[in-house]
């Protein structure tokens, strides 16, 4: 066993395809911890995270993605105070007193590295105690000056020219500026904008305000009543949805293809384990059925394994699941059990027929002959003789039936066939593929790593598999 | 250079490099063919006899080197010949290879007349009605039908394919033929019938030949000289006769005894060599035998002895044998 | 040799092979009438008729083809029937499709030869060449680098690659038509005839058929590999070059003639399956073939179709295979009629 083991990590191919398979067993296992989204296929608030193909953060060492906005929640602070009015601050609130027709600006700095974000909201908590206010909200970058919203009682709205939003005197407003929400029926900024811009603006208007440079957050408070006034503001903030997001970006959703990412390598290697077991089970008692019992049963069971050999595995695969599907046994059993039972009975073709042959070839041999003249039983020969000598052989088909299996199963998924209510590796790509055009480019951060993930686990379990049957397998004469 | 031999090895040293250092197959062999003669090149496996052969033809695999040596026909060293020269103009054309016919060595997909018509194109520019003529002719001297010319070679049985290996080797009608091993594969009849051809066909052309064996029996007839190999060593050089009635090294004396003897079987239980082949990669100090050796005696495994000639034309390397004198 | 037409092997592989066919309709009989019937309590006619179809209620059209395929009759019968359709091709018509299904599969079957045939003979030449390539430069870095990318393409997802490639090549830098039907149709948007129609046919299948090619060669290179590694240290090479063939003739003439067998076996095999792993290439780029149907029937839950185009594979890999058992004798002198 020592000298087993010793010789495994003497190969090079063995170790990194080992480190490899570790980090997949991690990621999955760990996955609870490593993300807190469940399945952001189906549950909406773990949708919109970012923008919808956001990159990954790291990404911005690239210049082409250097200036992308990561997500942004910020407290605004330290206000520029002008205006004929009297002002302070608490700690928490700023009050603001203003005699009729006087106003106060706190004009809050902000300033923004980044290119535009996906969107932006400002937002703060206004108490106006006396009879009438007008609160503006403007954003402001040297000279040019964004007039984001206004509000005012709402009986005074039908004062203004340029459009409006309430504001209940005496009352708490809580008063959020999303540019999602920003209108040419909301906003005096949209309202003159150009009629084509206007009805896109909220989609435009981050593109339209912000690059990168020096902004100010103006909340201007004016007196628009007769008798004195007195404004509290709470909690002033500004908010961006970013277009960087974590460690693999947002997909068409802005959901994070990262926790996407690794919900589907729990998957694959559950599929991954269950297939083996199905597939060395299967060809494991047919292999040694046949091979050790012969006659009429190893005729039939080879027939049967030539039958399966021969009929074309992808189109009897998807017909085999659409017939499940249609006559609705599916609800019964169950997607995810029926496509491994599917893909795992079709796959154990391979090992049968090694098996077979060399159940075969051992119990021909002398020391089996003899040890069947001297009156060992079946299962003890096979135990004794036959499964040792096979060992090699199944890690071997292991080797390379297993990432035939995540081919095939990612496959399915990715045409739409397989699992498509949560995240696997396959329909990961097959979303990808379907939701990019050319417009958003290549989803370099959506694309790649289930592939790159299929291919290195395809390949890890192809090593792994190889050296065990090159250690393991008795016959095998090693080199100097 | 002397007329007298068609062919002169001297001091021919092959090794094989190996991941432990080299293989030292071939140490120091030096004997000479005279011409119109038969030497017998026996030895046991792993001797270094297949390596002599590759050496002469130049087919050593990769990992072999000549270390040191010379290989000398018509005044020419074949080891530093122009390869492509050597391939047209003495390999097969000179000297020809009788090897093993063993399952494959004709390549499996070709027929024996297209592989036997390329052979003669490689080396004469002649026409195919000419070519199909030498085929015939070669095919008749080692009694084969016509009709297996068009056979591939896996519809041959082991006689028939041992025949056209040996009319293959005829078929330029060389000086010097290197049989090598021409009977391993085949039965005991098959194996007498084969022999007897070998020896009729180089009475009738009067080749020079080197016939490597390990089963010195088949040399008893055949064979004018005989060199001896051990562990990639030559230790007894002689006449045939010399060495059947007085072997000097003890390896031939145990050699020539486990031979089994069909006149006395009754009377004597089959005989072996005890102990191992040498390592030859690491060889035990001295002479190279000395493990086996039953006389092994102290001088044995300090050095190695040498060649030295201990009656006319009969050379050994033994310190005991020296002299004639005999230890039993 | 005189070739003589070996009839004992050749009645007995076909009977063979019918039994297999026998076989498979009997399976598909199994998974489109037993299963449905008796496990899921379902009339196979619902199978058949789409959710309107001239105005016809669903119940109307459901006893409409009960009376048309008999599917009202004993099981039995029903049987019989079926297996007599599936032998002499009457696959009966698609109410999905308004169309025979006959004609439908005719109209796919093609499509896959523009593509899957070609990119098979590349990819047998890249194994070949490839192959032969790492045999010759056995156990040194060329040959390892080599071996490791041809390992690699096993585990490759070709649906991954084609529409990396895609997005690429196609929609980023717009080298080629992402599309068969972008592909016949001139700038002005006209449908192409005649030799501009073969060129933009052209055009549009040479990314396909290379990426497919770069994708399936690997495991005949591996074969040809290893075989040809096994001829080169052979004794028949050394007996070669000691008879003084030049080593241009024995590596090219003789090891690779050797080396090939396997590999153009494996080709063979391929050409049988070819068309049943056709449904990624299709779907991606966009052409209508077997896969493309097989594909859309299951999206569709269209099991008439799927059906009879799996019969139609399996017929065709069943007369593939068995053409094959005919011409490996002649490939590789060794294998006999037996």
Request: charged share 15%; with cysteine.
């Amino acid at each position: 066993m020592n000298r087993l083991v010793n010789q495994l990590l003497h190969r090079k191919a063995f170790l990194i395809s080992l480190v490899i398979l570790l980090f997949f067993i991690f990621i999955a296992s760990a996955a609870n911890y490593l993300t807190p989204y469940k399945d952001p296929y189906t549950i909406t608030s773990e949708q919109h995270l970012a923008a919808p193909y956001s990159i990954p953060i790291w990404a911005r060492i690239f210049p082409q993605y250097s200036k992308y906005p990561p997500n942004t929640n910020m407290d605004l602070k330290s206000p520029l105070i002008l205006g004929n009015g009297s002002e302070s601050f608490n700690g928490t609130a700023y009050t603001v007193e203003l005699k009729p027709s006087e106003y106060e600006n706190l004009s809050f700095p902000l300033s923004w590295n980044y290119q535009y974000p996906y969107s932006f909201s400002i937002s703060f908590i206004a108490i106006p105690h006396g009879q009438a206010a007008q609160i503006n909200v403007l954003l402001k970058q040297q000279n040019k000056t964004y007039f984001l919203e206004s509000f005012v009682p709402s009986a005074d709205q039908i004062l203004y020219t340029y459009p409006t939003c309430p504001l209940s005197m005496g009352k708490t407003n809580s008063i959020t500026i999303s540019s999602e929400s920003l209108s040419s029926s909301n906003s005096p900024y949209v309202s003159t904008l150009p009629g084509n811009e206007r009805y896109i603006a909220s989609a435009i208007l981050p593109q339209l305000i912000f690059k990168p440079g020096k902004y100010s957050v103006i909340i201007s408070i004016e007196n628009i009543g007769t008798s004195p006034l007195k404004v509290y503001i709470y909690q002033p903030k500004f908010s961006a949805v970013g277009r960087a997001y974590g460690i693999l970006g947002t997909d068409n959703n802005g959901a994070s293809v990262f926790a996407e990412f690794v919900l589907g390598a729990r998957f694959d290697l559950e599929i991954a384990a269950i297939a083996t077991l199905i597939i060395v089970g299967i060809g494991l008692i047919f292999g040694l059925v046949a091979g050790y019992v012969g006659g009429k049963v190893d005729l039939f069971l080879n027939a049967l394994t030539d039958f399966f050999l021969t009929i074309p595995g992808l189109p009897l695969l998807i017909t085999l699941e659409t017939i499940f599907v249609v006559s609705g046994l599916i609800l019964k059993i169950g997607i995810v059990p029926l496509l491994i039972a599917i893909i795992g009975g079709l796959s154990w073709m391979g090992t049968m027929k090694i098996i077979r042959s060399v159940t075969l070839s051992v119990r021909s041999r002398t020391f089996v002959e003899a040890s069947k003249a001297l009156g060992s039983g079946p299962f003890r020969i096979i135990r004794k003789h036959v499964l040792p000598n096979i060992l090699g052989v199944v890690f071997a088909q292991i080797a390379y039936d297993v990432p035939v299996v995540i081919l095939t199963e990612s496959g399915l998924d990715f045409l739409g066939l397989g699992i498509t209510k949560f995240p696997t590796w396959g329909n990961m790509l097959g979303y990808a593929s379907a939701y990019t055009s050319p417009a958003n480019g290549f989803v370099w951060w959506w694309v790649l790593p289930p592939g790159f993930a299929i291919i290195f686990l395809s390949v890890a379990l192809y090593f792994i598999g190889s050296t065990l049957q090159d250690v393991l397998s008795p016959y095998k004469v090693r080199g100097e | 250079m002397s007329s007298l031999n068609s062919l002169e090895i001297s001091s021919l040293s092959t090794y094989y490099t190996t991941k432990r250092g080299y293989l030292k197959a071939v140490d120091k062999v030096s004997f000479n063919l005279p011409k119109g003669s038969v030497l017998g090149l026996a030895g046991e496996s792993g001797s270094g006899k297949s390596t002599i052969v590759n050496t002469i033809f130049r087919v050593l695999p990769k990992n072999a080197i000549v270390k040191e040596g010379s290989i000398m026909f018509n005044n020419e060293d074949l080891l530093k010949m122009n390869l492509n020269f050597f391939r047209k103009e003495i390999s097969w054309k000179k000297i020809s290879w009788i090897p093993q016919g063993s399952m494959s060595i004709l390549d499996p997909v070709y027929t024996v007349k297209s592989q036997m018509i390329e052979t003669i194109n490689a080396h004469e520019d002649i026409s195919r009605a000419e070519a199909m003529e030498i085929i015939y002719k070669s095919l008749k001297a080692v009694n084969l039908p016509d009709d297996v010319l068009n056979k591939y070679p896996h519809q041959l049985s082991g006689g028939q394919k041992q025949r056209i290996v040996i009319a293959s080797a005829l078929l330029l009608d060389p000086e010097i033929v290197v049989a090598d091993e021409p009977t391993t594969a085949l039965d005991v009849v098959v194996q007498a019938e084969i022999v007897k051809l070998i020896k009729e066909l180089q009475k009738q052309r009067g080749f020079s030949m080197i016939f490597v064996t390990h089963d010195l029996s088949l040399l008893a007839g055949v064979s004018n000289y005989l060199a001896i190999l051990y562990g990639g060593k030559l230790v007894e050089l002689g006449t045939t006769e010399d060495i059947f009635k007085d072997p000097l090294h003890p390896y031939t004396q145990m050699f020539l005894k486990a031979i089994p003897d069909i006149r006395k079987w009754k009377e004597r239980k089959l005989y072996y060599i005890p102990g191992e082949l040498p390592d030859l990669i690491s060889p035990p100090k001295g002479c190279i035998f000395n493990p086996r050796c039953p006389l092994a005696g102290g001088i044995c495994k300090e050095s190695s002895p040498g060649l030295e000639e201990v009656s006319k034309g009969h050379l050994v390397a033994c310190y005991f044998a020296r002299g004639g004198k005999r230890n039993d | 040799m005189r070739f003589s037409v070996p009839w004992r092997y050749l009645v007995k592989r076909i009977i063979e092979r019918i039994i297999l066919l026998i076989v498979i309709i009997n399976f598909l009989f199994l998974i489109i009438y037993i299963i449905p019937i008796y496990v899921a309590h379902l009339n196979p006619a619902e199978f058949y008729v789409p959710l309107s179809y001239k105005g016809l209620s669903r119940s109307t059209e459901v006893e409409a083809i009960d009376r048309e395929f008999g599917l009202n009759q004993p099981i039995f019968v029903q049987y019989i029937d079926y297996v007599k359709n599936m032998l002499t091709f009457h696959f009966g018509y698609s109410l999905i499709y308004d169309e025979p299904v006959s004609k439908i599969i005719l109209q796919a079957l093609p499509v896959d030869l523009i593509i899957l045939v070609p990119s098979l003979i590349l990819s047998t030449v890249f194994a070949i060449g490839l192959g032969l390539f790492s045999a010759v430069r056995f156990g040194r870095l060329s040959d390892s680098i080599n071996t490791f990318f041809a390992i690699l393409t096993y585990f490759i997802p070709g649906f991954w690659v084609l529409i990396i490639f895609l997005q690429i090549f196609g929609f980023q830098l717009g080298l080629f038509p992402t599309n068969i039907a972008q592909a016949l149709i001139s700038p002005s948007g006209a449908p192409l005839h005649g030799w501009a129609y073969i060129a933009g046919l052209i055009k549009f299948s040479i990314a396909p058929i290379i990426i497919l090619a770069l994708l399936a060669y690997g495991v005949r290179m591996a074969l040809t590999r290893s075989y040809g590694v096994e001829s080169m240290g052979s004794s028949y090479v050394t007996y070669l070059r000691a008879k003084g063939i030049p080593e241009r003739s024995v590596v090219y003439k003789h090891v690779m003639r050797n080396a090939i067998i396997p590999a153009i076996t494996r080709t063979g095999i391929d050409f049988a399956f070819v068309i049943a792993g056709s449904v990624f290439v299709e779907d991606i780029f966009g052409f209508y073939g077997m896969g493309e149907l097989l594909y859309r029937s299951a999206l569709t839950f269209n099991v008439q179709i799927l059906g009879d185009a799996f019969y139609i594979l399996s017929l065709y890999v069943i007369v593939v295979l068995l053409v094959l058992d005919f011409i490996y004798p002649l490939i590789d002198p060794r294998v006999k009629y037996e």
